[in-house]
T-cell receptor
Framework: NAGVTQTPKFQVLKTGQSMTLQCAQD?????MSWYRQDPGMGLRLIHY???????DQGEVPNGYNVSRSTTEDFPLRLLSAAPSQTSVYFC?????????????FGPGTRLTVL | AQSVTQLDSQVPVFEEAPVELRCNYS??????LFWYVQYPNQGLQLLLK??????LVESINGFEAEFNKSQTSFHLRKPSVHISDTAEYFC?????????????FGTGTRLLVSP
């Protein structure tokens, strides 16, 4: 199993550009989520999905779009990048999203918006 | 809403010394508690978790944490650290009433183990 994979590892954008961060898992997990990690602030939940076709907002959803067309993939779209979105983005997955599940994290994407 | 406080941003220790990483949380409802570890340039990995039952939980690599409800704490301890324990450690909580696990993380504590 590859676990949770994320691409790209690094990305530099200009303000106003759009891009998609890719996330895939091969563990047949129903629950997937996106977090951003900023210095001094820990990780914050952006969006999550409890299965194909079902998504919901987390703590900091503004400026981000998600969709879940397959169980395996959960891309995160930045519609118009802003410097405030400079961060490290982590995708995570778990079997069902229940309170007792272990969440598995990808290696992260480091995004810089100029 | 829950919150997690990790007061120590960095903890330097010598190899084979004991260490305690502090975590306090606030919540109006019962919570589940987690410790995650992040090695350099990697994603987070679950270290241990408290769900119910015994308030002392252990990991496979010698860490342990104790849930203290009265003090709303979940401190992480290891009696003798190794160089390989150098990493950032995150405490997290999940509200039992939200339907799905939505982790709220602390700001992290960087453990620096030197020879």
């Amino acid at each position: 199993n590859a676990g949770v994979t994320q691409t790209p590892k690094f990305q530099v954008l200009k303000t106003g550009q759009s891009m998609t961060l890719q996330c895939a898992q091969d563990m047949n997990h129903e629950y997937m989520s996106w977090y951003r990690q900023d210095p001094g602030m820990g990780l914050r939940l952006i969006h999550y999905s409890v299965g194909a076709g079902i998504t919901d907002q987390g703590e900091v959803p503004n400026g981000y779009n998600v969709s879940r067309s397959t169980t395996e993939d959960f891309p995160l779209r930045l519609l118009s990048a802003a410097p405030s979105q400079t961060s490290v983005y982590f995708c995570a997955s778990s079997y069902s999203g229940s309170y007792t599940d272990t969440q598995y994290f990808g290696p992260g994407t480091r995004l810089t918006v100029l | 809403a829950q919150s997690v406080t990790q007061l120590d941003s960095q903890v330097p220790v010598f190899e084979e010394a004991p260490v305690e990483l502090r975590c306090n949380y606030s919540s109006s409802v019962s919570v589940y508690l987690f410790w995650y570890v992040q090695y350099p340039n990697q994603g987070l990995q679950l270290l241990l978790k408290y769900l119910s039952g015994s308030t002392l939980v252990e990991s496979i690599n010698g860490f342990e944490a104790e849930f203290n409800k009265s003090q709303t704490s979940f401190h992480l301890r290891k009696p003798s650290v190794h160089i390989s324990d150098t990493a950032e450690y995150f405490c997290a909580v999940s509200d039992r009433g939200t339907g799905f696990q939505k982790l709220v993380f602390g700001t992290g504590t960087r453990l620096l183990v030197s020879p």
